[in-house]
């Protein structure tokens, strides 16, 4: 297994271009990286260090969602792990704890958490603690 420290990049994926960075107040646009730490490319704002805007990649270099802000980032991990703890704490299987999701939330398509907006990710959030397995409605 490679040490991170000597992790090559891939060959270059095609970049998309124009992608304008999420963060508030920032004018910068979105630009092909590679992350030494996460092995893996992504798209960084062209103001960092003074901006943290990303935007994660498919494979192919194709963006994966929209261009998203730090808060956002931050919701969407904290309803990630607030909902695999359903599969991962063993109350379900993981494709059961997804069908469980979906329907305590009522939409016609769940979303995958990658998508979500920071009102959605709450949503997830509050569904989990009051219908989740350390509740009383579980």
Same mark, same amino acid.
């Given at each position: ?16 271009? %124009? ?5 508030? %107040? ?11 730490? @996460? ?24 963006? !994966?969602?929209?261009? #998203? ?10 309803? !990630?792990?607030?909902?695999? #703890? @359903?599969?991962?704490? %063993? *109350? ?9 999701? *979906?329907? =305590? ?6 979303? !995958? ?8 990710? =709450? ?8 219908? %989740? ?6």
């Amino acid at each position: 297994m490679d040490d991170l420290n000597t992790l090559k990049a891939p060959e270059r994926p095609l970049e998309v271009k %124009g992608l304008k960075c999420a963060e508030p %107040g920032c004018t910068g646009t979105l630009a092909l990286r590679w992350s030494q730490k @996460i092995g893996k490319w992504f798209y960084g704002c062209q103001n960092w260090p003074n901006c943290n805007g990303v935007l994660p990649t498919k494979p192919d270099g194709s963006p !994966h969602g929209e261009p #998203r802000t730090r808060e956002l980032m931050g919701w969407r991990r904290k309803a !990630h792990e607030v909902f695999d #703890r @359903i599969w991962k704490d %063993g *109350h379900l299987k993981r494709g059961q704890a997804y069908a469980w999701l *979906h329907k =305590q939330l009522g939409w016609k398509e769940a979303p !995958h958490m990658e998508y979500m907006t920071i009102e959605q990710c =709450q949503q997830v959030i509050r569904i989990v603690a009051e219908r %989740g397995p350390d509740s009383s409605n579980w």
